[in-house]
């Protein structure tokens, strides 16, 4: 499986390259532009959407242009999302507000963002005008909803929200991470190998189930993860005050004196917090269990996407990319890095 | 003329109200999109474009939906740049980032970004499938040209570049200014005044003189408009560092002790350096008729501008809207604010 995501994600990555014009300005922006997806992202979104396609009769030429346009948005978010959170590393070098500046970064991403245009413009030319603008129309809707899921982390944040309870993560995640990360690559994906001939809702779940699985593992790397494979700061979400599953079961069973010293943490500005401090929060989510109730929730949710895989797709026929999605949800919750 | 004008903004921005979706998350996102639209602009890009599109004989609510993209870029470019330049005010108020923080502010942004795609597709509702998307190809060139322009201008300020000339600058502009200001604002418009049936290159011209014209009193409004009317902070642009026509053409003229004291100045970050080594780079300005210097070569391209619109509007019918184009060249250069 992994030799598979590596090679959708080099298909995906020389398909990126294609559409990164040559020509000025390079130093301060097409340059920039091909840096961290040259990093060796794991490319599951690419992954997802040509699998699917696949599965449902596609050729991976047919998804082409939508796997570059998914990891191409992706990437942008990335770059955003790094200066957002104060981001020092991102797939083991500096991010990219630490390699330019603040300013730059954010208009990397920002051309990164418009150029996810072209490549969907050239859906025309493989799969017709009315499943190009249905591409479009689910491109457009992956992006608001992670800009309102990033509102809602952001702003938690910023009003230092300690009341927050699962229900309000699990929303949180649906917008920022599920809808682009396994929704939109999944439905694309089966839009596209049935020549439109499906009703894309009908994966909402799947994705849904997949990607809180998969987020909720990823904030539980980010805390013990070892390093180099992982590629960011570990514990770097308690220093940002990100809300996870793990802080806000913690909130919601320490006692009285822990949550006014997680309160008083969480009021600083991030710069400003101490490793020590962040670590005597590490030590109380695994006091509580925070961390293994997190680790459980993911697995329950894998289980779910598989039921609603086997719906789905236990009709078409066996093939290795069927395969491939099948052990891709195992993998969300068993991946170390 | 400022009546129209006012008319034609007022248009725009209760357009862009019925597009901001009314649900959650608002505090961190939807109420935000409202505030800069909301701050009275001056609504050049889209009484550029309706304007154009009724003096080639098209209906105002033929470009309502362009004229409301047009202005939702905008600001979602103002957001960004506000926060790329560390701007305080922005008419007349906190910037974006000062009223909420950096993070939330690179949100609402890209926020606004996707919102503008929106209209973009309700263009097939009054314009048909072909003309929608030439529209959007625009817009599209439009966003890669401003964020082409904006990395040219980072840049140069974070590798403190003192050697630009001249043509440097309009280089720059052209692409961060004139491509969105006026250039597609007026292509849009003619395109759906014609209903398609004009090449829109022949009015490049004319968008570059008058963009041109526009950007350098901009830059020339910083350091000597009446700080309420103007709405930023005055000589911001010099504490900025921005490359601007002013001090290209002082870095060439001033001898070597100014020249160090200037590249000095704009060595150390934006945040440090001192208002009163600002005034005095603003006095060398003075001392060497850089301000002139640019108000005439201000004045030149809206002489230009004027010359390229004769040629190209002459021919059609005297309507209100032919004539409020010409007085906004003059506009261009004649504003105060």
Redesign the interface.
Known sequence: MKDMLKEYGDYTLSGIRQFIPAK??K???YDLMVDYPSRGGKGFRPALCITTCNAFGGKTEQAKFSAIALELLHNAFLI?DD???ESFNRRNKPSMHQL?????A??????M???A??PL?KNKMVLG?KLTQTIF?EM?HL??ES??G???E??W??DNCINLREADYFRMILKKTCWYTCIHPIRIGALIGTKGYINPAKFDRLGYFMGAAFQIQDDVLNLVANEKEYGKEIGGDIMEGKRTLMLIHLMGKCNSQERSFIRDFLAIPILDRSQDDAAHIFGLMEKYQSVKHAQKTSQYLAGAALKEFYTHFSALPDTLEKAFLEQMILYMIDRNY
Do not use: C, M, S, W
């Not at 954010?106 to 051309?111: C, I, K």
């Open positions: 000025e300005p130093a301060y922006l955003h200066v957002e959170d330019t500046n603040k300013a730059i954010v208009n990397v991403g920002d051309a963002n418009v150029l245009l072209y413009f005008d129309l457009q992006v608001t800009t309102e990033q509102a809602l952001l702003g944040r910023r």
